[in-house]
C-alpha cells in the first residue's frame, strides 16, 4: 500500500535533481497545490540610504499558505543584490526556490514582483562604487533624505501577458525559462537570507491574518518600511488597515506601476488560484495626493515618476528660471546604467 507514495516521491526527487542550482539555499519545501495570486500594494517610502527592496511572497507551512510583507532591508555586504525566492512546479509538486543575495539578479521564476523586479533582473537601482543608487520610477523615495537618484523609464513588452499569478510552471503558471546568463549568474557566491530577514518571515508565520485561508489573498501586511516596525504596515488592496496603522502610510508615495512579467500565463490561472480559495486582486486606487507605486503590470512604457515633493522652492519664485540655476537636492544624482541582465530575450517553452 506504499508504492504510491514511494513513486511519487521517486518522481520529486528527479524533478528536483533538475532544478537551477540556485533552488538550493535552505529548507526544502513542496506543496501538492499552487499559491494564491500575488496581492496588489503600495511600497512603503524608503527608510534611508544603503536599503534595498525585497518584495513580499507567499510561504508556506502545514497551516497553509501565508503572506510575508514586502520590506525595505540592508543587505549583508555592499555590491550584493537580491534575487527574491519563487515557486515552481516540479513534476508532481510545487517546490519553493528561496532567494538570495549575491552580485547579480538570478532567475526568480518570471514573476512580476512589482517595483523594479518586472520578471527578469531588476530596474529599481544599482550599486555605485559603494553607493546605491535608486530609480524613482519604480520605488518610493524622498528625496530629502536621499538624493543619490536617478529616473529611468522601464519599458513593457506590450505582447507580455498583465497579471498577477505568483509561481512558475504548472497548471497557469508562467512559462519563463533561464538563460544562459542566469544560469551562470546562480553558480556565482550567495548569501541565504539575511537573520532579520529570517525573522521577518517566522514574525509573518506567527500571525494568522497573513494566511490567505484567513484573508482570502489580501494580507493586512502586505508590506512595511522596516522589519518589526509595525506603524509603517501597509495592507493588501481591499483589505483592512492594521489599527496602528490607520492610514499612516498613504503619504510619500510616489511613482508609477511596475513592469510586466515575462512569460504569459495560461488562462486556467483563475481556476488555480480559485481551487485554493483564493479571490483575485483588483486594481488599486491612488492615494488622495500623490500616486502609489503599486505592484502591478502597465500595460505600454511607464513614464518618469511624478515629482510632488517641492524638491526646488528657490526656482518656484523665480520669474525667469534657468536649467543652471536649479538647486541640487540630486546633487549626487545617479545616471542610469544598462543592464546586461534587463532586456534580455526569454527561452519559452
Known amino acids: 500500500m506504499r508504492t504510491f507514495p514511494l513513486f511519487r516521491k521517486l518522481i520529486l526527487a528527479a524533478a528536483v535533481a533538475a532544478l537551477p542550482a540556485a533552488s538550493f539555499g535552505g529548507v526544502f519545501i513542496s506543496v501538492g497545490f499552487a499559491p494564491p495570486a500575488l496581492p496588489v500594494y503600495a511600497q512603503p517610502i524608503c527608510p534611508g540610504d ?8 507567499w510561504a508556506y507551512s502545514p497551516e497553509g499558505y501565508y503572506w510575508v510583507p514586502g520590506v525595505w532591508v540592508q543587505p549583508p555586504t555592499v555590491g550584493y543584490l537580491w534575487t527574491p525566492g519563487y515557486w515552481g512546479w516540479g513534476g508532481s509538486a510545487f517546490i519553493f ?23 527578469v533582473g531588476y530596474e529599481g537601482g544599482y550599486w555605485n562604487h559603494g553607493v546605491f543608487a535608486y530609480n524613482r520610477s519604480v520605488n518610493n523615495i524622498n528625496v530629502t533624505n536621499i538624493h543619490n537618484v536617478y529616473n529611468k523609464t522601464v519599458i513593457v513588452n506590450n505582447n507580455t501577458t498583465i497579471n498577477h499569478v505568483s509561481y512558475n510552471g504548472g497548471n497557469g503558471g508562467l512559462q519563463a525559462r533561464p538563460t544562459q ?7 556565482e557566491p550567495h548569501v541565504q537570507p539575511t537573520a532579520n530577514q529570517m525573522t521577518h518571515q517566522q514574525s509573518a508565520s506567527q500571525n494568522r491574518s497573513q494566511f490567505a485561508s484567513v484573508n482570502h489573498g489580501q494580507p493586512p501586511m502586505a508590506a512595511q518600511a522596516r522589519v518589526g516596525d509595525r506603524s509603517s504596515v501597509v495592507p493588501a488592496r481591499g483589505a483592512a488597515a492594521q489599527p496602528n496603522n490607520a492610514g499612516q502610510q498613504q503619504r510619500g508615495f510616489n511613482g508609477q506601476p511596475n513592469g510586466a512579467q515575462r512569460g504569459a500565463a495560461a488562462p486556467s490561472n483563475a481556476q488555480a488560484n480559485r481551487a485554493s480559495g483564493q479571490q483575485r486582486p483588483y486594481a488599486a486606487q491612488p492615494a488622495a495626493n500623490r500616486q502609489p507605486t503599486y505592484n502591478q503590470g502597465n500595460a505600454g512604457a511607464r513614464q518618469p515618476a511624478p515629482q510632488p515633493q517641492q524638491r526646488q522652492p528657490a526656482q518656484q519664485q523665480q520669474r525667469q528660471p534657468a536649467p543652471q540655476r536649479q538647486p541640487a537636492p540630486q546633487q549626487h544624482q545617479a545616471q542610469p546604467r544598462p ?3 534587463h532586456g534580455e530575450e526569454r527561452n519559452h517553452r
Open 50 to 57: 544603503g536599503y534595498l527592496w525585497t518584495p513580499g511572497y
Open 97 to 119: 526556490h528561496e532567494g538570495y543575495w549575491g552580485p547579480h539578479i538570478g532567475f526568480y521564476g518570471g514573476i512580476n514582483y512589482g517595483f523594479g523586479y518586472g520578471g
Open 181 to 187: 546568463q542566469e544560469q551562470a549568474y546562480s553558480r
Open 339 to 341: 543592464e546586461a541582465n
